[in-house]
């Protein structure tokens, strides 16, 4: 069996920056932006607040449990070089008792733990630019080919920098600040503008008017957005669980990391270290997981949620035309009086078509609201499962040695 103290006390030192640091901001970050209000999802989707409110709660409970199996992996190391360093002391007794027999002294006893070093910063951090708000679709074409270039770059550097990990195994440190992911998120809001004059120019200009005079738009404040909702409100949502779900995932490279670094530590002992690290970066990665999915499911509340509203915009855009034609109808006498009551009936039809394609988004609505309690079924089974871990890990003998 061989043991080094400094990578025992490093690893110790990584896993309660998983427990003390990081695992506390996704925990904030959760309740703060990750959940749904009755102003961002509107009447229609009103249903889903609960189940984005559940899910919340359910995902912060599972990221505590996370945090508790680091702090007692963490207290295990350290109980584990407390062993050794006591199995030493022990050592140490027996050979200056038996030098004391024969006349000699040995050195004063020096507790191999010595003086502890202190653990760096992480290697790496989430990218400078996470959190801007996304460029026009001009732009956004425009920068494809760097944008391929430099994930190709990022990948090939990402492979390189793990190879020489594992060729260098034995250096103990943390792989990635999990918290830097955890930025606010921040929706592209230029998509409002457009859907206000997406309703027509006579809606759409009658609404700037009346927005630059009272600051209240009518179409997104008083029709739109209590319909369908505020789907820049519902996107930041979505983005906060796909940091979420990056921050997991840097927590699992960063118990990886303390799995591949495991040659300080030789012997049964160190094995069992190295499994316990690649359990708890798996289930950190499957976190990771859950957390896509439920970006995913919040992305489909955007993408109806903005089909709500461009059917609203439209029908009033159309419904606008459609009675301004009959004003200007209406003013010949009788033929024009005959022409405005046929345009009323087409008006009428076109409003129940309108109500069909509502129906159409609101069953899309309440696929994505069943979809969501499937994913809170999923949180509640890696809850359970992190719950053994806990579980195993306080009955292991309270050590790894």
């Known amino acids: 069996m061989q043991v080094d103290y400094d990578g025992l006390a490093l690893a110790s030192q990584v896993l309660r920056r998983q427990a003390d640091t990081h695992v506390p901001r996704v925990h904030d ?13 509107g009447i229609v989707m009103l249903p889903f607040t609960g189940v984005s409110l559940a899910i919340a709660l359910v995902g912060v409970q599972v990221v505590d449990a996370f945090g508790r ?31 004391q027999r024969l006349g000699t002294t040995l050195p004063p006893f020096t507790d191999p733990r010595g003086t502890p070093p202190m653990l760096g910063a992480a290697g790496s951090h989430a990218p400078a630019d996470l959190g801007a708000s996304s ?15 430099g994930d190709v770059s990022q990948v090939r550097d990402a492979v390189t920098g793990r190879i020489g990990d594992w060729q260098a195994a034995g250096t103990v440190a943390e792989r990635s600040d999990a918290g830097s992911w955890l930025v606010a998120p921040n929706a592209t809001k230029s998509e409002i503008e457009n859907m206000r004059w997406g309703a027509g120019p006579i809606l759409g200009g009658v609404d700037w008017l009346i927005q630059q005079l009272t600051g209240i738009s009518l179409l997104e404040d008083v029709i739109m957005k209590p319909f369908a909702g505020n789907w820049t409100g519902i996107e930041e949502v979505q983005q906060a669980w796909t940091h979420v779900g990056e921050a997991m995932r840097a927590l699992s490279d960063n118990a990886g990391g303390l799995a591949v670094s495991g040659a300080f530590w030789q012997g049964d002992a160190g094995t069992a270290y190295q499994g316990g690290m690649s359990a708890i970066g798996l289930a950190a990665f499957g976190l990771g997981a859950v957390a896509d999915t439920v970006s995913g499911l919040v992305h489909n ?28 109808e209406a003013t010949v006498p009788v033929a024009g009086w005959v022409i405005a009551a046929a345009e009323g009936a087409l008006a009428a039809t076109q409003i129940f078509s309108t109500i069909r394609l509502i129906y159409s988004v609101i069953n899309i609505i309440l696929d994505a609201i069943e979809s969501a309690i499937q994913a ?3 949180l509640v089974s890696d809850y359970l499962r992190l719950t053994d871990l806990v579980q195993v890990l306080s009955q292991a003998g309270g050590r790894y040695a």
């Open 135 to 149: 460029p026009d679709l001009l732009t956004q074409i425009h920068d494809i080919p760097k944008t391929i270039s």
């Open 29 to 41: 970050y959760i309740r703060q932006h990750a959940i749904l209000t009755p102003s961002d999802t």
């Open 301 to 328: 509340l955007v993408l109806a949620s903005k089909a709500a509203a461009a059917t609203i915009g439209f029908a009033l855009k159309s419904l606008s035309e459609r009675l301004l034609r009959m004003a200007l």
């Open 376 to 378: 809170r079924v999923q």
């Open 69 to 99: 199996i680091c702090t007692i992996s963490a207290q295990k190391v350290d109980d584990a070089a407390a062993d050794y360093a006591a199995h030493e002391r022990r050592a140490y007794e027996f050979a200056q008792r038996a030098s």
